[in-house]
């Protein structure tokens, strides 16, 4: 395994991925409408500080690829201050799908981004994740998550909000 930035020429491996994040149910990609394809080219651009939505921050997305070329995981980390992510989606974003969990590979990315992304202004980064999703719970405390609070949500779900420091920004 190796982590990489997303870039196009994961176009095909992308493919399988979204299609398999989708038939998991993963909220990021359940509400993405269209061509997986364009979703990469589009958050190519994002990465760029190009057609952002309103409310919209840039975010850099780096994939987990396998020996094969197939992506096992994403993580992404979203640069910049909105309520929504210190209330709801938080600074980083991580999955790993099925065949790939329970061999510590959330750990591996989440790790990674510790030791590359930059450290908000607000000095830390919010994670958040389901409360009801214990391996996540265990892999944001394995990494020093720090619990914030649990948030209910309309839907009847939980929220749980970690912080989380920059493992980049200890090193300055």
């Keep these: 395994m190796k982590i990489e930035a997303a870039s196009e020429s994961h176009l095909p491996a992308y493919r399988r991925y979204f299609q398999a994040c989708r038939a998991e149910g993963l909220e990021y990609y359940r509400e993405l409408d269209g061509d997986a394809g364009e979703w990469l080219r589009q958050l190519l651009r994002h990465a760029e500080r190009e057609s952002l939505p309103?409310?919209?921050?840039p975010y850099q997305t780096w994939f987990l690829v396998t020996g094969e070329?197939?992506?096992a995981g994403a993580?992404?980390?979203?640069?910049?201050?909105?309520?929504?992510?210190?209330?709801?989606?938080?600074?980083?974003?991580?999955e790993v799908l099925p065949p790939w969990r329970g061999n510590g590979y959330g750990r591996v990315l989440l790790q990674?981004?510790?030791?590359?992304?930059?450290?908000?202004?607000?000095?830390?980064?919010?994670?958040?994740?389901?409360?009801?999703?214990?391996?996540?719970?265990?892999?944001?405390?394995?990494?020093?998550?720090?619990r914030l609070e649990d948030m209910p949500?309309?839907?009847?779900?939980?929220?749980?909000?970690?912080?989380?420091?920059?493992?980049?920004?200890?090193?300055?």
């Design 54 to 57: 309103e409310g919209w921050v």
């Design 69 to 71: 070329g197939e992506i």
């Design 75 to 94: 993580a992404r980390l979203r640069q910049g201050e909105t309520d929504v992510i210190q209330d709801e989606i938080g600074h980083i974003g991580f």
């Design 112 to 146: 990674y981004v510790q030791a590359l992304g930059l450290c908000p202004a607000c000095g830390t980064w919010v994670v958040v994740c389901d409360a009801a999703s214990s391996a996540s719970i265990r892999t944001i405390e394995s990494c020093g998550g720090q």
């Design 153 to 172: 949500q309309k839907d009847g779900r939980v929220l749980r909000r970690f912080s989380l420091t920059s493992l980049a920004g200890m090193l300055d």
